[in-house]
């Protein structure tokens, strides 16, 4: 055994971050108010703690509970859930449990721990846990997930969620342990000593029960046990003897320990088939093989009934230990349990007939009572029925006879069992092996899943008794659904946890060592610097046995070593297994030699592992936290070992990556910065280089050796150390296993084997190389250098893409150089020189590979000559040649994946590209023993981009996003590579789709989309609070100004639409009803005090009159605009009635006659106005409502108003039905008007039946004839009725109908019932029945025997009244006591009713015979029958039939007036003035309402044109006291004017009219005279709609809208505030209805303020205009959607934005629904129009008048005002001004003023980086400075691009990004550049430093000399020649020279370079160097032919 600790001694790592560690529970308990002081008082009642043993009770007490403070704690930690907190910081969340308190903490690594959340329960917790339960979504076919946290009682679980909702479950029996699964809680039930006494043995009960969420049923859990015999079928899972251990979700597996047969089995739990279901449900026939039939169920019955106890709260009930035992030991609570358990036990008490009722109280109880007692009860109960066997011999505790099964069977019927929800089915056992069966078993303390570094998976459990750790390697099945378990490995260990991120565990040895694993693979000691762990010291009494690797379980050598071992030691006790007793006996003598050691503390167990932390305990009680460093930090590096693992096989692999961990995490290992050189050296050491001898890596410099043993031996000189390595890589099994795979045969790439001399390539003919290394080919990653060298090669070319890992290619290059010319790979070794010359050229030394080990290499397949390039596989795709797939490794190289295949769909257009062309551009590596799926490209290609979605473009940039890939990438993408991208993504940006997701958006920077959609998304997941503009209503200082109620007006919003003047202001003014009124009254001499004061009241009850009228069109003004907070009442501002005089003036004085419940109806106004200020989208619930309910009842009223707003605005429906009823009992008038409206408008057209049960309560004629008459007040049956009408609105219901149609008409009776207010009754029905058939006209189904039209039309003009019809006739037998009608109809009751009626149910139907029935009569005989006001309604009628007539002009208006009024007058005739003017007025002010109807929030300037007159018409009348006046009465010329007034305001609404809005204001001082109650409501509400929603809403022309506004303006208004005689007041707020958000405000996404845009507005053909354009300015109200075809945002201020709405309009009705808000974003380059309303300060203003004089005239210090973005304004700051300190000159700062200038310009700001990457590049070709030759390359790409663009003719100025003279101008530099160094003779510096060396060429010849493949002189300018052959692409000529060389004429040659590849352009500045070479003197012939 001794041989490990060699091992240790040789690889050991230094573990960190060592701190002390305290559950932070603990330390916040200490201050935590226990429940202490809560127990005390529940222990004993109060009257018994003063009784005269009172005291000895209260000891006592006081004891118990000492005892329960000192309750055990526990905890457990995870790694931080997402969902809980939103940083991105890894944190640590703890759970943490001591007695009655639950603490939920958190903290990180650079935050202290705080607390999330702490529970306090009522008893001893036994156990919590988190738990995420799966709450199923009705829509959506996933579940969201619900964070909780679960508390387990001795009786209930209380489940808390991180929402906040809270659970309390009860307990149906004892649990014994609880587990969190993927699906729910796992409970595992408590054996008793009942289950031993009533069950016999085969017929178990179930133990493990399943609870899928909190509110679910508890349900058995049924298993499926492995195997093939007659057993392995479904049953439920009732082995007491199996115990779960272990359950996990990612897999869904459960662990579990049989304790008979000692064995471990590993169970996968999923959600049980229905097959399964039905098998276990069925009862069998055959009693005998059964392991579960119904028998055992019915024994459930009485024992769960005797361990249900109710314990008391303050009992901790004894678990477990049910009545019938009597050994348990006495605990203060038994007493309590015993009492409860008698309570229970009776059977007559669970007699199946009380089931139902006592489990609907579960389900009840459960959602809402705190308390315990009921629902463990009652859950118990239901429990017991469930499971209950129908025969009476079960109640007893009998055993019954078998044969009793056959005839239970019979009367399955009548159970209902539990439906088992979840199935557990055996993936895997332990096996038995016969010898050690019975000292073997024992339960798995702790079980883990782990995976190893080669992604390996084991599930691994610790059997402590055995001090060993066993691990299962389990792989997923192909089609992921099954796991496999394989074989299972032993590691000696006392304990071990998981280190999940770095794949890895820790185990603790019996020695008390920490030894690091990786799957079952040892990987070093762990240092824990400050303990000495035990064996460290006993290192050097102990003898070096054996060799390192034998203790390390290798699959190789894995599965028999622990047997074997076992007997040679012959140890019958499995405590010592793996110990020899020689070391027991040294580890003991050395522990009493050093009595100090006991002193040490050494580690006890680990626990608690979070990532890569663990916490130890000590011997000594306290614990430290560790962390175990990570196998690599930099990005490069672990990108290598990522590529190593992928390609080797996984032994190597592994060996490699132990091998790296041990060397990189040494005891004061390297810092960051060596990492590579320490990975580049160890790396190249196990392929077999002697890294010494190579210059390049012996200057890697290392502060530390390469293979340090430990900090203490660190003093030695640096190579000592690796003497022992190589022992360790000798002593391996690798190279011998490896032998035997080799594939023999040389390495053989190009064909033929070469000599050693003929490698001496390109860098070794100037200086022979030193002398060379020869390959130690016994290194255990020779053989694969070559796949190993290519895999590399492949992350160089991913590198080159990113421009931030481009430093770290250039490390990397170095060591594939060395391998490249190492296997005489001459292409790759020239790509690399050509990629960085002036690193390369330094390079010399090469090892020698001798030819016979060659054979030992593996042959890389895919290895291949020509080396790939993808830059150069990107440059040919651009110049449109065909191009060979390119290579990748997936998972490692993505990005060459994405942007080969984005070039691939974009530049070769091929629209398959990214989903089933894939492997024509890609073609995958994969490893030779690693098989990869394909599934990643079945995955990519179910995101089916649309391939119609139009442009590539738009292809392009979903594909992109699709694929993960964000701006931030692009940013790093190289500017030349990235160039298509971004134009691509140019395009997009200028005409993005509407629906396009927040993700594309945020692709293509267009912001303000990304906001737009992150709304949308977010308004689907959840009703988001408050969701519009987070635009505050500003605090108002002063007290007053908050209680007026109308505070909360958007001011942003308003501002901007009314910017001129004050009319909000203005409008709050006339509408406040909060603060007195001045009553302004002279007192005259001769007026005594008494009677001035009695005046003064009189004034102010004038004044009262318009001040009780205001709440109605205050609350049309607030409308929606208030968010409440939950936890505070709705403000309600108060009426107030007083008036201020010098002094106070009060009505209530007794000085004169007020009117009794004047203030009623008022009041209830009131309530309603503060109410619809709350918008539909906050959060209100019943709780909220009923917290609003006034103390004082003379509120009630108010409260009414406030319910019945709530149901305006939707919110009623939150209302528990048990509260409506609560509210209907109370018989409060007004409330039951109230309730009923509002829930009838809640519930609009639903036809819901709840609903109809509650308003047919209240009609007598919808209840049945025989039932009870109840009394309820007439007003309240009015609005019953009205709520039928709205609860069927537009269903066109045959029994409503039939009875609303009688209803109209109905007759006074019997009795003295119904004879007062009979108008408002009959009106009511007539609007009821209306909105019923709304727009139904002829085509009522199966109503035409009703006759409705004609019974309406009788209604209407009167006559003989029919037989009552059905139910009703015994009703009306009895006539009235109070009024004689006669058998005729009252004209006068019901036609207002029956008129509108027939308007509604044929409203806009065109029916010209239905509208002629509503003529007005055309002699005068007839109009004398006819009253004025039923002409309005007529008039009014017969043109909302007649809807598509109705025109905005006068002469319609005068249209609808009879020709008999409208000629000239013959004196002689007796004409009746009166009449005339009456109905001439009348008939007006209903056409008019009809014109206001119609074009009702359109803003129409013609209708409102054609009103605005009438209104000055009839002013004109009034105003004259003469004759016209008087004949039509001051009221009539009132009423007219009001409903004119109401039209101009309907067709306004929202807008906020001057106009209007004077007129309103000028009868707002109109008080005295016949100025009553109604007029004034109806002026205010005309307000109140102009600024509807303060300008946020208005009226929509919707059937329903159009129904709603009828019942709000019927034009009757109330004479005085009590009169409802025809009309019922509460009415008036249904207004609300036809009100719909259609304001759009644009709001900057950059500011997040409301802003001006131009917006242009498409409106679809209709009959009447063409389809037309119109440009409004926003914020403005749109008009109606249905209109309308689309919206476009337009140019040129801000980005464009178009929204279609022939495609749907959801989208913009979304919108519109939050507030309207449309995010836009501002041009760069631009003002908004608040700054520059003209546009004249703009930067592209000032190049109107010359072409280029932009650029001149452009002041980079200007830029701040044209653009936000802070990118460019700080470039203008310090690139474009001149400084003191500056060194640009003149010119180049003109270039950077003139590049923003392009960039704001052109609107693309984000090429300003690729603007000054360009110019860079080409300032560096022109100095010659290049190191290396990147930028050029991405030059070479831009020009590439920017010619086939020019060549395909698609150089207009909208598709190219680069459109300015900026790319020729560079591209010329370069070319000039270029060419200079070609025809120059030499450098001047070259030939200076070396003006001793004979050999001078011209650069001409230096780049012949290279084509034709001859070695570079040693001091040749590499640098520049490398740059001349990138940029003119110039391919590696190697072997080609020759078929240039030799040519005679420009065609000959032309023609050979054609198979090269060499663009024309290129090659024409080589003529002259070839064709001149041909003549020249330097033509050498018969060069060897270089090998590849």
Not at 94 to 107: K, N
Request: charged letters at 20%; aromatic letters at 8%.
């Amino acid at each position: 055994m001794s041989d490990v600790v060699y091992e240790e001694t040789a690889t050991m790592i230094a573990a960190g971050e060592l701190q002390s560690f305290v559950p932070f529970g603990r330390e916040h308990c200490r201050n935590h108010p226990n429940a202490f002081n809560l127990q005390l008082r529940e222990l004993q009642p109060a009257s018994e703690l003063w009784s005269s043993d009172g005291a000895a009770g209260l000891v006592g007490s006081l004891r118990e509970v000492s005892l329960q403070e000192r309750h055990r704690e526990f905890w457990q930690l995870r790694k931080g859930c997402v969902g809980v907190r939103e940083e991105d910081v890894e944190f640590e969340e703890e759970l943490y449990t001591a007695g009655t308190v639950v603490v939920w903490s958190q903290g990180s690594r650079t935050q202290a721990s705080s607390v999330y959340k702490a529970f306090t329960v009522d008893s001893p917790v036994h156990q919590a846990l988190w738990c995420n339960f799966a709450v199923p979504q009705n829509k959506k076919d996933e579940d969201e997930v619900e964070q909780t946290v679960c508390i387990i009682q001795s009786s209930c679980v209380n489940v808390h969620t991180v929402g906040g909702k809270d659970f309390i479950s009860p307990l149906p029996f004892q649990v014994s342990d609880v587990w969190a699964t993927k699906f729910g809680l796992l409970l595992e039930r408590k054996p008793t000593m009942t289950d031993a006494q009533l069950i016999s043995p085969g017929e178990p009960l179930p133990t493990f029960f399943s609870m899928l969420h909190p509110i679910d049923e508890i349900a058995p859990v049924v298993c499926k046990p492995a195997g093939m015999h007659e057993g392995s079928r479904v049953q439920y899972a009732s082995d007491a003897a199996i115990k779960i251990v272990f359950s996990c979700c990612q897999p869904s597996l459960v662990v579990t320990y049989d304790t008979i047969q000692g064995t471990h089995s590993v169970w996968f739990l999923r959600k049980v088939t229905a097959d399964e279901r039905s098998s276990v449900l069925r009862r069998p026939a055959d009693p005998v093989g059964t392991s579960l039939g119904m028998v055992a169920l019915g024994f459930l019955n009485p024992y769960l009934r005797n361990i249900s106890r109710l314990d008391s709260p303050g009992g901790s009930g004894v678990m477990g230990q049910s009545a019938l035992s009597t050994s348990s030991p006495l605990h203060y609570g038994t007493l309590h349990g015993h009492q409860s358990r008698l309570t229970v036990s009776s059977p007559g008490s669970h007699s199946r007939v009380h089931s139902p009722s006592i489990s609907n109280m579960a389900a009840l109880s459960r959602a809402h009572s705190p308390g315990m007692a009921a629902p463990s009860f009652s859950a118990a109960s239901r429990f017991n029925m469930s499971f209950q066997s129908p025969s009476s011999r079960g109640q007893h505790g009998l055993l019954p006879s078998l044969s009793s099964t056959v005839n239970e069977t019979m009367l399955v019927p009548e159970l209902e069992p539990i439906m088992p929800d979840l199935c557990m089915e055996q993936l895997w056992s332990e096996t038995v092996t016969a010898g050690i069966h019975r000292q073997m078993s024992s339960q798995a303390s702790k079980v883990f899943l782990s995976s190893d570094l080669c992604e390996n998976r084991y599930l691994c459990f610790l059997v402590e008794s055995h001090q060993q750790l066993r691990c299962v390697k389990f792989i997923e099945s192909n089609d992921t659904s099954q796991l496999i378990f394989a074989s299972v490995t032993s590691i000696p260990a006392k304990d071990a946890e998981p280190l999940q991120n770095i794949d890895a565990m820790l185990v603790l040895e019996a020695c008390g060592s920490l030894v690091l694993y990786t799957g079952v693979t040892r990987v070093s000691k762990v240092f824990v610097p400050g303990l000495l762990s035990p064996t460290f010291n006993l290192t050097n009494h102990l003898p070096h046995l054996s060799t390192p690797l034998e203790n390390v379980s290798t699959p190789t050598n894995a599965g028999s070593r622990h047997l074997q071992r076992l007997d040679e030691a012959s140890m019958p006790s499995p405590v010592s297994e793996l110990r020899s007793p020689n070391i027991k006996h040294h580890e003991a003598s050395f522990l009493e030699d050093y009595t100090f050691q006991q002193a040490t503390p050494y580690i006890h167990a680990l626990r608690d592992p979070v990532s890569n932390r663990v916490t130890l305990e000590l011997s000594c009680g306290t614990m430290l936290r560790i962390s175990i460093p990570e196998i690599a930090t930099s990005e490069l590096v672990r990108k290598c070992l990522q590529s190593i693992r992928f390609i080797l096989p996984k032994e190597a692999a592994m060996k490699v990556l132990v091998k790296w961990y041990n060397i990189y995490n040494a005891p004061g290992g390297p810092s960051a910065h060596a990492e590579w050189n320490l990975f580049v050296t160890c790396f190249m050491t196990l392929m077999g280089y002697n890294t010494e001898r190579l210059t390049w890596t012996r200057n890697l410099h290392f502060e530390v050796p390469l293979s340090p043993v430990i900090a203490a031996k660190k003093a030695r000189p640096s190579d000592g150390g690796s003497d022992e390595d190589w022992d360790y890589l000798m002593g391996c099994h690798y190279k011998r296993q490896m032998n035997s795979q080799l594939v023999c045969g040389p390495l053989d790439c190009s064909g033929a084997n070469k000599t050693l001399t003929e490698t001496e390539g390109l860098s070794f003919v100037s200086s022979p190389p030193s002398p060379s290394q020869k390959l130690d080919s016994s290194a255990p990653l020779f053989p694969h250098i070559p796949a190993l060298f290519y895999i590399l090669h492949l992350l160089y070319q991913e590198l080159k893409l990113n421009e931030l890992q481009r430093a770290r290619a250039s490390s990397l290059v170095c060591l594939l150089h060395q391998l490249a010319s190492d296997l005489q790979l001459e292409e790759y070794v020239d790509l690399y020189w050509r990629d960085y010359p002036s690193l390369m050229s330094g390079f010399k030394e090469s090892c020698l590979i001798d030819q016979a080990l060659f054979g030992q290499m593996q042959r890389a397949p895919f290895l291949r000559a020509e080396p790939p390039c993808v830059l150069s596989w990107l440059s040919s795709c651009l110049r449109g040649e065909e191009v060979p797939p390119f290579p990748y490794l997936p998972g490692i190289c993505q990005r060459t994946k994405l942007l080969v295949l984005s070039y691939a769909l974009y530049i070769t257009a091929d629209e398959n590209a990214t989903s089933t062309d894939v492997s024509k551009y890609l073609v995958k590596l994969s490893a030779g023993q690693k098989c990869v799926s394909e599934q990643h490209y079945r995955r990519q290609s179910s995101v089916k981009v649309k391939s119609s979605s139009g442009s590539l473009a738009e292809q392009l940039v979903v594909w992109l996003t699709s694929e993960g890939f964000t701006l931030k990438d692009l940013e790093s993408v190289p500017f030349g590579v990235a160039l298509p991208i971004r134009e691509a993504i140019y395009h997009c940006r200028e005409q993005p789709c509407s629906d396009w997701s927040e993700e594309v958006c945020m692709l293509i920077g267009r912001q303000d989309l990304t906001k737009q959609a992150h709304k949308m998304t977010r308004a689907k997941s959840k009703a988001s609070v408050g969701s519009g503009l987070s635009l505050e209503p500003p605090a108002s200082t002063e007290a007053d100004e908050e209680e007026d109620g109308m505070s909360d007006i958007i001011q942003e919003v308003t501002g901007l639409i009314w910017s001129q003047d004050l009319r909000v202001q203005e409008v709050r003014r006339l509408l406040q009803s909060s603060r007195p009124v001045r009553v302004s009254v002279v007192q005259l001499p001769e007026v005594s005090d008494h009677e001035y004061i009695e005046e003064k009241e009189n004034k102010l009850l004038q004044l009262c009159q318009r001040t009780m009228a205001l709440p109605v069109g205050r609350g049309l003004f607030t409308l929606f605009s208030y968010h409440p907070v939950p936890t505070e009442p709705l403000p309600v501002p108060k009426l107030n009635l007083t008036g201020r005089a010098p002094g106070l003036v009060d009505l209530n004085s007794g000085n004169i006659d007020v009117p009794p419940n004047m203030t009623s109806w008022p009041s209830f106004h009131n309530g309603v106005a503060a109410g619809l200020k709350i918008a539909p989208a906050s959060q209100v619930d019943s709780a909220w409502i009923a917290y609003n309910k006034p103390k004082s009842p003379e509120l009630a009223n108010e409260y009414a108003g406030f319910l019945m707003a709530l149901g305006l605005n939707g919110h009623l429906t939150k209302l528990a039905t048990l509260n409506i009823h609560d509210y209907l009992t109370k018989g409060h008038e007004m409330t039951s008007i109230g309730l009923l409206l509002g829930v009838s408008s809640a519930r609009l057209g639903t036809m819901d039946m709840s609903i109809t049960r509650l308003l047919s309560i209240h009609i007598p004629a919808l209840l049945p004839p025989t039932s009870t008459e109840l009394d309820v007040p007439h007003n309240v049956q009015v609005a019953a009725v009205i709520g039928i009408g709205l609860v069927y609105q537009g269903t066109g219901h045959r029994h409503n109908a039939e009875v609303l149609l009688s209803e109209i008409g109905r007759p006074p009776g019997p009795e003295m019932e119904y004879c007062t207010d009979r108008e408002s009754y009959s009106l009511a029905a007539g609007l009821a029945l209306g909105m019923v058939c709304l727009g139904h006209g002829s085509n009522l189904i199966g109503m035409t025997d009703l006759n409705v039209p004609e019974q309406l039309y009788q209604y209407m003009v009167g006559g003989h009244r029919r037989a009552q019809a059905g139910a009703n006739r015994e009703r009306h037998k009895s006539p009235s006591y109070q009024i004689k009608e006669g058998d005729t109809i009252n004209v006068d009751v019901t036609c207002p009713g029956a008129t509108l009626a027939l308007a509604m149910i044929y409203l806009k139907t065109n029916n010209r015979s239905i509208a002629d029935w509503l003529k007005p009569p055309d002699t005068w005989f007839l109009l004398d029958f006819i009253k004025p006001e039923f002409l309005l309604l007529r008039t009014l009628a017969r043109c909302i039939i007649m809807w598509d007539e109705i025109l905005p002009n006068p002469e319609w208006v005068k249209s609808n007036i009879p020709q008999i009024m409208r000629g000239t007058f013959d004196s002689s005739e007796d004409i009746n003035m009166e009449t005339m003017t009456q109905a001439q007025d009348y008939i007006t002010a209903g056409a008019c309402m009809a014109l206001g109807l119609r074009f009702a929030g359109s803003a129409n300037s013609d209708a409102f044109d054609c009103l605005y007159e009438f209104a000055k018409t009839f002013m004109k009348i009034m105003s004259f006291t003469g004759t016209a006046a008087a004949q039509t009465g001051y009221y009539n010329l009132q009423t007219g004017l009001s409903m004119i007034l109401l039209a101009m305001s309907m067709v306004m609404s929202g807008t906020g009219n001057l106009k209007v809005l004077q007129l309103c204001r000028f009868f707002h001082k109109r008080t005295g005279g016949e100025m009553n109650y109604g007029f004034h409501m109806a002026h205010h509400m005309a307000l109140g709609l102009l600024f509807l929603g303060g300008g946020r809403y208005t009226l929509s022309t919707s059937n329903s809208a159009i129904a709603a506004l009828l019942c709000a303006l019927y034009p009757h208004f109330p004479a005085h505030s009590t009169d409802n005689r025809y009309h019922l007041q509460a009415l008036r707020h249904l207004a609300v209805l036809a009100a719909e958000p259609r304001l759009l405000v644009p709001v900057d996404v950059d500011s997040l303020k409301p802003c001006y845009a131009l917006l242009e507005v498409t409106y679809k053909e209709t009959k009447w205009y063409e389809e037309t354009t119109v440009e409004l300015m926003a914020p403005t109200m749109l008009p109606e959607l249905h209109l309308l075809k689309r919206v476009k945002v337009k140019g040129p201020r801000y980005w464009e934005l178009s929204v279609d709405l022939s495609k749907e309009t959801q989208h913009l009705k979304s919108i519109l629904s939050r507030d309207g808000v449309l995010y836009v974003k501002l041009r760069a380059g631009q003002l908004p129009y608040k700054d520059d309303p003209q546009g004249w300060k703009s930067l592209l203003a000032s190049s109107v008048n010359h072409h280029n004089s932009g650029v001149r005239a452009f002041k980079p210090e200007t830029i701040s005002t044209f653009t936000s973005e802070p990118a460019l304004i700080s470039f203008a700051k310090f690139f474009c001004k001149t400084s003191d300190g500056m060194k640009y000159r003149g010119d180049s700062l003109a270039l950077f003023s003139a590049m923003l200038y392009e960039c704001v310009t052109q609107e693309c700001p984000e090429m300003l980086p690729t603007y000054i990457a360009i110019e860079q590049a080409a300032g560096a070709v022109r100095r010659g400075n290049l190191l290396e030759t990147f930028p050029l390359w991405q030059m070479r790409l831009v020009v590439e691009l920017w010619d086939s663009r020019v060549l395909y003719g698609r150089s207009n100025s909208h598709e190219a990004l680069l459109t300015s003279e900026f790319l020729p101008v560079m591209k010329n530099m370069v070319d000039v550049a270029l060419d200079g160094w070609l025809g120059g003779e030499e450098d001047i510096r070259w030939r200076n430093s070396f003006w001793t060396d004979r050999r001078l060429q011209s650069n001409s010849s230096l780049l012949r000399s290279y084509m034709r493949g001859e070695a570079l002189p040693q001091n040749a300018p590499s640098a520049m020649l490398a740059c001349f052959l990138v940029y003119r692409s110039i391919p590696c000529l190697r072997n080609t020279h020759t078929q240039l060389e030799g040519c005679s004429s420009l065609g000959d040659l032309l023609s050979r370079s054609s198979q090269l590849g060499i663009p024309l352009r290129d090659l024409l500045r080589l003529i002259p160097i070839l064709l001149g070479s041909a003549s020249g003197p330097l033509t050498l012939q018969g060069f060897p032919l270089q090998a590849f």
